[in-house]
């Protein structure tokens, strides 16, 4: 957050993910997937959330990309597929598929990733306010932004509880899974609670009220910010008329 590209303005790295998201989607070489990939990378050291980009990315994105390669290579039926063994097969057009789908996923997930290793929700916040959207819709992006984060980590502190209580939970996939089960209880009632814990808290600070409210946290734009807006529209055009 504090280094360069992460002092951006949200919109300006809004922008950088929408015009690589419209160009991976697009594009019909995967030659533009790899190079919003790569530069993402770059993105990445810039901001000093490699390592984060990396666990993030290994432990969701290669997983995903691994079961599309394996099921559109040898187990998706097309005209060229030979049996390797039992219902294993293995096709040229799927390999060449998989790599399609793969690349782009890769392209896609990858600037997403980044997008929020670099932006935090308060300065998300701050720019749809900014921007003058509804009170409810800014509401509602920031709690689904902390939705999984505040799951994981209360998860994580029933898990510990149980452990401190006697209760078993590594091992097995049947022991983490009676293992599991009672914690569903727990974590349903904490998250109710919370909610209503947030509710009492956005009226304490006068959330539903109508007059302008003032913020201690200010973001303003540079002109950096417009320099690369400009450039994001620029290479869109050019993307978009066939020059690129």
Not at 81 to 90: G, H
Request: hydrophobic share 50%; proline share 2%; glycine share 4%.
């Amino acid at each position: 957050m504090n280094s360069l590209v992460g002092k951006w303005y949200p919109s300006t790295k809004l922008m950088i993910v929408l015009t690589a998201i419209l160009v991976s989607m697009f594009a019909t070489e995967n030659s533009y997937q790899w190079v919003i990939f790569v530069f993402t990378i770059l993105l990445c050291i810039l901001s000093g959330v490699i390592v984060d980009f990396i666990k993030v990315f290994l432990k969701s994105i290669f997983l995903i990309v691994i079961f599309i390669f394996l099921v559109q290579v040898f187990i998706v039926s097309n005209p060229d597929s030979q049996i390797i063994w039992l219902f294993i097969k293995f096709s040229n057009v799927g390999l060449q598929n998989s790599i399609q789908l793969s690349s782009r996923i890769v392209a896609i997930s990858s600037i997403i990733i980044w997008f929020f290793l670099v932006t935090s929700v308060k300065d998300i916040v701050y720019a749809m306010e900014k921007a003058h959207f509804s009170k409810k819709l800014t509401f509602v992006i920031s709690s689904t932004i902390q939705l999984i984060p505040q799951m994981s980590k209360l998860s994580q502190t029933i898990t510990d509880a149980q452990k401190a209580r006697g209760v078993e939970t590594d091992g097995n996939l049947w022991v983490r899974m009676k293992a599991f089960i009672p914690m569903i209880g727990p974590l349903i009632l904490t998250s109710i609670q919370q909610t209503d814990e947030r509710v009492l808290t956005l009226e304490a600070r006068g959330f539903s009220s109508s007059k302008s409210k003032t913020s201690y946290y200010i973001i303003r734009k540079t002109m950096v910010d417009y320099v690369i807006c400009i450039g994001c529209v620029v290479l869109l055009v050019l993307f978009f008329g066939g020059l690129l």
